[in-house]
């Protein structure tokens, strides 16, 4: 069992999380350190701002803490967070939102025009995300981001799944053509300021 | 086919982790946090604990029980003895060794407590 923090930084995630399951809080740190960049950036790809991204990430981690038990490692521990995190942001979403702003954002906002497309040479998926409506993009990134089904997204956003559908397949085109179709999409590691 | 290629695509992008500047510090915040919620669970804790034993010592006080517990100490010491002095007239026990109920009581209580602390420590290593 890795006890040290050399150790514990070649350690697999699988036994971290079953040390953390121990009590083991240095442990859970590593995992922390490892998985931090990964639901901080997912939050921040939904549209929260820097400081609730921050701050949810950090509820979610202490609830992942709480409840490891659970963590079966049928997937990987960073999914496992990402979709704790997801749901956080959701409630909070829902709680600033109207229930109905769904459905209304959608009809209202499309602010990529078809002239747009292929007229950057280079975006990445932080910029492509914010042509999105808050609600494609909450819908894109709770299926394409924290793994969840059209179905389990409808749930958690208490919405119809056919609206669910619909705003991600809006999403999906606005992202197919900032993106720029036909080009090597690679996932160069950026530098994000906290 | 060409949807499902940009799915995964887009899957891939998602996964790719921002690296931050600030991550050490990110995680700092969430060990604080953590040890924060450990530091009032054992305060509640021990808070709890003290207020019950309070009330449990003040009800015990109240009761009467001292007298009582005073009296059956008293006879099982007497108890105690008379046993201890049939053992050593049997010679189960030797002559000169220094039993008394006091004694027994008293080793009874330390063997308690280290049963506790065995137990304590056995918790903690699991």
């Given at each position: 069992m890795p006890d040290?923090?050399?150790q514990q930084?070649?350690a697999?995630d699988?036994e971290l999380v079953a040390l953390a399951a121990a009590g083991g809080r240095a442990a859970f740190g590593e995992l922390?350190?490892?998985?931090?960049?990964?639901?901080?950036?997912?939050?921040?790809?939904?549209?929260?701002?820097?400081?609730?991204?921050?701050?949810?990430?950090?509820?979610?981690?202490?609830?992942?803490?709480?409840?490891i038990?659970?963590?079966?490692?049928?997937?990987?521990?960073?999914?496992?967070?990402?979709?704790?995190?997801?749901?956080?942001?959701?409630?909070?979403?829902?709680?600033?939102?109207?229930?109905?702003?769904?459905?209304?954002?959608?009809?209202?906002?499309?602010?990529?025009?078809?002239?747009?497309?292929?007229?950057?040479?280079?975006?990445?998926?932080?910029?492509?995300?914010?042509?999105?409506?808050?609600?494609?993009?909450?819908?894109?990134?709770?299926?394409?981001?924290?793994?969840?089904?059209?179905?389990?997204?409808?749930?958690?956003?208490?919405?119809?799944?056919?609206?669910?559908?619909?705003?991600?397949?809006?999403?999906?085109?606005?992202?197919?053509?900032?993106?720029?179709?036909?080009?090597?999409?690679?996932?160069?590691?950026?530098?994000?300021?906290? | 086919?060409?949807?499902?290629?940009?799915?995964?695509?887009?899957?891939?992008?998602?996964?790719?982790?921002?690296?931050?500047?600030?991550?050490?510090?990110?995680?700092?915040?969430?060990?604080?946090?953590?040890?924060?919620?450990?530091?009032?669970?054992?305060?509640?804790?021990?808070?709890?604990?003290?207020?019950?034993?309070?009330?449990?010592?003040?009800?015990?006080?109240?009761?009467?029980?001292?007298?009582?517990?005073?009296?059956?100490?008293?006879?099982?010491?007497?108890?105690?003895?008379?046993?201890?002095?049939?053992?050593?007239?049997?010679?189960?026990?030797?002559?000169?060794?220094?039993?008394?109920?006091?004694?027994?009581?008293?080793?009874?209580?330390?063997?308690?407590?280290?049963?506790?602390?065995?137990?304590?420590?056995?918790?903690?290593?699991?």
């Amino acid at each position: 069992m890795p006890d040290t923090h050399a150790q514990q930084a070649s350690a697999h995630d699988l036994e971290l999380v079953a040390l953390a399951a121990a009590g083991g809080r240095a442990a859970f740190g590593e995992l922390v350190r490892r998985h931090g960049s990964g639901v901080r950036g997912l939050l921040r790809r939904m549209g929260a701002d820097p400081a609730l991204a921050d701050d949810l990430a950090q509820d979610a981690f202490l609830t992942a803490f709480e409840q490891i038990g659970e963590f079966r490692g049928e997937g990987a521990f960073q999914a496992w967070v990402k979709r704790i995190a997801a749901r956080l942001y959701v409630k909070r979403w829902r709680r600033q939102m109207r229930a109905d702003l769904l459905a209304a954002v959608a009809e209202a906002d499309d602010p990529v025009g078809p002239g747009e497309t292929g007229a950057v040479a280079r975006i990445d998926l932080d910029e492509a995300l914010r042509a999105l409506s808050p609600a494609e993009r909450m819908c894109v990134s709770l299926c394409y981001g924290a793994g969840l089904s059209h179905g389990e997204t409808a749930a958690a956003l208490n919405t119809p799944l056919g609206t669910v559908k619909s705003h991600v397949k809006r999403g999906l085109d606005k992202l197919r053509n900032r993106l720029a179709p036909g080009r090597e999409f690679g996932a160069p590691e950026q530098e994000a300021h906290g | 086919m060409a949807d499902r290629s940009f799915e995964m695509t887009l899957e891939r992008l998602f996964a790719g982790s921002p690296t931050f500047v600030d991550s050490e510090l990110f995680a700092a915040r969430v060990a604080d946090r953590m040890n924060r919620g450990w530091g009032f669970r054992q305060f509640l804790i021990s808070g709890l604990g003290m207020l019950g034993g309070l009330i449990g010592g003040a009800q015990v006080l109240g009761s009467g029980l001292a007298s009582r517990l005073d009296a059956v100490t008293t006879l099982s010491r007497h108890a105690i003895a008379s046993r201890l002095a049939d053992l050593t007239d049997a010679h189960v026990l030797p002559a000169g060794l220094l039993l008394n109920g006091d004694i027994v009581w008293m080793a009874g209580a330390l063997a308690v407590a280290a049963i506790v602390l065995a137990l304590t420590r056995a918790i903690r290593d699991i």
